[in-house]
């Protein structure tokens, strides 16, 4: 594993909105011990982990607040069977009220200096020990969220988060790019990595405590630590925030990972006890933007030419995309490409 540093941490400028500005600019990210309340998290927690143990995540008489895993369930985004249970963690009212939690709100308004959107799509990551293939690649969060260079990332852990358990960590002065770089075919979440050759920057992250929160703008790369637990689920919550009057993609109108099964907010809201946050973001007068499906196009494409050539991960990720749906042009693709690859091979061992 590449030498960690530790994060800088800015609970000196909390108050200080020009400082704020001033290290986010120069540094890419601001981090904080404890801006968010642990006892909060912890409540959230034990939902969370609840739901998780009732889809047979966690091993089942143990402690959902202890997050062991039980191994033989092991899935991750992009797999039907973590679609189902993240979606019913995913219904908690807790959960999305958590994404407009006053110290986390504040302190991005702080940094826009203007009025906060929370990004109605929010986002949990849950991720299995021993799946070391599949944590989370370097990239930009700008060819996942979309809208505009100034949507910031709030990233704080569900529960402490030392080093092995796979934090975040993030390339400080990398936004200064100032641009999109090219992403290529990966697994892990969202399925894009940067061109590692291209980097040159140090790596900072830290063994992260309940509460404590880092936030970035969309174009400081950074990535997951791998989760080097023998049992131990990492839970985290991963949400977005911007301006009111930025532009916003649609799709982060929409509830996470809906594309696997067409989860809708009425299904969100089935059986929440208030009316609050449902539907808050259709009284804004919003800028809504397209979705540009080039970047998961790119990496697809490339899956389907490094898979022609037997590499392992890109054969892996078709089968999902055949397993999600085989009636979809993507998996019908991917039949065709898997298919003329085992037939070369079979002709070849002749």
């Not at 920057?201 to 509460?211: A, D, L, P, V």
Request: hydrophobic share 35%; charged share 25%; net charge negative.
């Amino acid at each position: 594993m590449d030498e960690i540093k530790e994060l800088r941490v800015s609970n000196d400028a909390m108050n200080d909105p020009i400082e704020l500005r001033s290290r986010m600019s120069e540094a890419g990210y601001l981090f904080f011990k404890k801006l968010q309340d642990p006892d909060k998290l912890l409540a959230l927690r034990r939902e969370m982990l609840t739901t998780m143990q009732k889809g047979g995540w966690i091993v089942s008489g143990t402690d959902p607040m202890d997050g062991i895993a039980d191994i033989s369930t092991q899935c991750t985004e992009g797999d039907p069977e973590y679609t189902d249970v993240y979606h019913e963690v995913y219904k908690l009212q807790t959960f999305h009220r958590s994404g407009h939690w006053d110290e986390v709100v504040d302190m991005i308004g702080k940094i826009l200096g203007r009025e906060v959107l929370p990004h109605p799509q929010k986002i949990a990551r849950l991720w299995y020990p021993k799946y070391t293939a599949h944590t989370t690649p370097i990239h930009q969060d700008f060819v996942h969220f979309q809208g505009n260079f100034q949507t910031y990332t709030s990233w704080t852990p569900v529960g402490d988060c030392p080093i092995e358990l796979g934090g975040l960590a993030v390339m400080p002065g990398s936004h200064k790019v100032n641009k999109v770089m090219e992403h290529h075919f990966s697994l892990g979440a969202g399925g894009l990595c940067v061109n590692t050759d291209e980097l040159s920057g140090e790596w900072h992250s830290t063994n992260y405590e309940i509460g404590d929160t880092l936030i970035f703008p969309a174009l400081t790369i950074h990535k997951a630590l791998p989760n080097l637990t023998e049992d131990r689920l990492r839970v985290s919550l991963d949400n977005r925030y911007q301006a009111v009057d930025d532009p916003i993609a649609e799709h982060m109108l929409e509830p996470h990972l809906n594309i696997f099964n067409s989860l809708k907010w009425e299904n969100v809201y089935e059986n929440w006890e208030s009316d609050e946050l449902k539907y808050y973001w259709k009284n804004l007068d919003l800028t809504v933007i397209p979705r540009d499906f080039s970047f998961g196009n790119k990496g697809f494409e490339e899956a389907l030419e490094l898979a022609k050539d037997g590499n392992d991960s890109a054969v892996y990720q078709l089968n999902r995309i055949i397993k999600r749906d085989p009636t979809t042009d993507m998996a019908k693709r991917a039949s065709e490409v898997l298919q003329k690859a085992t037939i070369d091979t079979s002709e070849a061992q002749l």
